[in-house]
């Protein structure tokens, strides 16, 4: 391996690593604006420059240069501190003294690194510039005044989140960024742009002028509005959830974030559900606790055993389907399902392999496949990610993509198969096969437009076939993938919560088969199967399952509960409490312990350790945190079930990004989101 001295420290380094690289291998601080890891190198804001031997005897762009076998490199010689209090000095000509009222204030690199590099004095005596504000869209606040043209947004969109709607424009003192035609970006992934902005141009405008970061608390956490698990920092000031950023977890997020992930937040205290209701005379109205309980304990008792459901919604976390589990089984009832879309995915007997639903290529794995089959998922939408990262694989020419579904925007290009089960059947004789027979780590990613209806067993199975003809799981690379959206879904599965034997499903429970059915915070559905049933819902939120019930028992959001959740890798993650839940509300298992002595058949927990205890020795599963599960094959003759499939367009199930739990429902910023996508979309159909 080639050497280089760092200030007289001697280092090793990879070839084609850049001489900024080789001073941060040797410990050394180097800093900048417009360099980031994760972009393409800009060269732009020249504070990264450093003096190079043997080289020109002047400063050189660190962040462009490449390192060579026995460089010098010094980054604190006279030379070098004079270049860049230069650089500084320049750089805050233009910059307004706005500080104080700054949300970036506190949080700032420009203000780091004046401190550190800069003069302290400025000689710059004549007017500032001012730059015209931008509309961005309803996530990014602009102040370009502020802006210092290190082009990170631009290249984060171009790049990373694969929407060209952004660029700079002029040149000289007149350069400024702007979006084409003045319109909104357009990304989901808009608000990481406001994470990498470094001097406050572009802030996060739902949180404007709300807090100051000296004032918040903070907790590490696990995101739940997809099934990725992402990792997350909530914010808080007393009660009030205030934000939510993202953490750095190279093998899940990196360091990006979805719009959703980050602004619903403010969804969580609007629509609460803080005391328990009782319908009377066909209107809601609240009770206490001990008087809600005692209605649901006598339903549940009066009710015949097969004639009660609990449906799981998709943001319960694991200890809540296990006490659930664990009541309604005591009980004799079995009608339980964690797959309120009807996929017919997951456990049908005990030895069904957990791989079978799985996303087993691992999330940052997927960046090693070469030939990947889309089917039936809108994977821009229903994980973000996991497109970003397939993206960039596509950048570097590294992948073939192919899809059979709803033919959508992937900000990448693929081979459009087929839309449905047609194509799945002809797939032999598409050329796309050869591409994935050919391939040396093929993958399948399943999405829940494939599975979800009476014939998703069926699809499943014959996507199944497909994976086996192309070696998509072989020894040493298994990359067949189960899609799921929901937070909730995996730790579901693997604890069983599903229906056995002569047991129904979520969908034929919908559909009013059940005389009692209890939702464990579950509201995406059609509630007009319902009329004749009555309804116990377990929630946060006044959301279309509280609407449709005859008792409301108020539970905890994912901020206020500690709870266990498994990503669609199988991950197992934990979410930590950031606050309290809101008025009378209770913890989510607390709740069904309660109701466990109303009806006779007390839990053998009382407190969320033993609980946690009974749930890793039942399922050993969840005792391994944060462990991705080894890469293992499994016979792809276990996945699904023979079957009539009917002839149908794989459409995704989300409609509206924006929209699809009861948080993001109540989140304003999220209205405007889902508001600025609808009249982009109907600007471009028009």
Known sequence: MPKAKVNGVEVEFDPGMTVLQV????????????????????????????????????????????????????????????AREGVMEFLLINHPLDCPICDQGGECDLQDQSVAYGKGASRYGENKRAVEEKYLGPTIKTFM???????????????????????????????????????????????????????????????????????????????????LGAHIRIDNRGPAVLRALPRLKEDVNEEWLTDKSRYAVDGLSRKRLDRPYVRKGGKLEPVSWDEALTAVAGKLNTTPKNKIGVIAGDLVDAETMKAAKDLFYAMGVTNLDCRQDGAKVGP??????????LFNSGIAGIENADAILIVGSDLRFEASLINTRIRKTWLRNAVQVGVIGQAVDLTYDYTHVGVGPKALKDFKKNAFRDVM???????????????????????????????????????????????????????????GFVP??????????????VD?????????????????????????????????????????????????????????????????????????????????????Q?????????????????????????????????????????????????????????MTNPIARASVAMAECS????????????
């Open 602 to 658: 007390t839990l053998p927990y009382d407190s969320l350790a033993q609980l946690r205890e009974k749930l890793i020795t039942d399922h050993p599963v969840f005792g391994r945190i944060d462990v991705k599960p080894a890469t293992r094959t499994f016979d792809l003759k276990a996945v699904g079930a023979k079957g009539d499939i009917k002839d149908r367009v794989f459409m995704s199930p989300i409609v509206d990004f924006y």
């Open 348 to 357: 049908v007997t005990q030895s069904t392999p957990r791989e079978s639903w």
């Open 23 to 82: 001073a941060e291998l040797a410990g050394e601080e180097i800093p900048r604006f417009c360099y980031h890891e994760r972009l393409s190198i800009a060269g732009n804001c020249r504070m990264c420059l450093v003096e190079v031997k043997p080289g020109p005897p002047k400063p050189q762009a660190s962040c462009a240069l490449p390192a060579a076998d026995n460089q010098e490199i010094f980054t604190n010689t006279p030379m070098v501190k004079k």
């Open 675 to 686: 508001a600025a996508r609808g009249a982009h979309l109907k600007a471009a159909a028009e």
């Open 145 to 227: 005044t502020r802006c210092i043209q290190c082009t990170r947004c631009v290249r984060f969109t171009t790049e990373v989140a694969g929407v060209t709607e952004m660029g700079m424009i002029s040149r000289g003192e007149g350069a400024e960024i702007t979006s084409y035609l003045e319109q909104a970006v357009t990304s989901e992934l808009s608000g990481n742009v406001n994470d990498l902005c470094p001097v406050g141009a572009l802030t996060h405008k739902p949180w404007s002028f709300n807090y100051r970061p000296w004032e918040l608390t903070k907790t590490e956490t696990i995101d739940v509005h997809d099934a």
């Open 516 to 600: 009692t059915l209890v939702l464990l915070g579950a509201d995406e559905f059609d509630a007009s199967g319902l009329d004749k049933t009555f309804v116990v819902y377990i929630g946060s939120h006044g959301d279309k399952g509280a609407a449709t019930a005859d008792v409301i028992l108020p539970g905890a959001a994912y901020t206020e509960k500690s709870g266990i959740y498994t990503n669609l890798e199988g991950r197992v993650q934990i979410a930590e409490r950031c606050v309290f839940p809101k008025g009378e509300a209770k913890e989510d298992w607390a709740i069904l312990r309660a109701l466990s002595d109303k009806v006779g």
């Open 500 to 513: 056995v034997g002569e047991a129904i499903d979520a969908t034929a429970m919908l559909k009013g088969a």
């Open 437 to 495: 027979k050919n391939a040396q780590r093929p993958a399948i990613l399943v999405g829940s437009g494939a599975v979800a209806g009476d014939d998703g067993a069926a699809v499943l199975r014959e996507v199944a076939e497909i994976a086996d003809a192309c070696g998509v799981v072989k020894d040493g690379w298994n990359g067949f993938n189960i899609v799921h959206a929901a937070a909730s879904r995996v730790a579901g599965l693997d604890l």
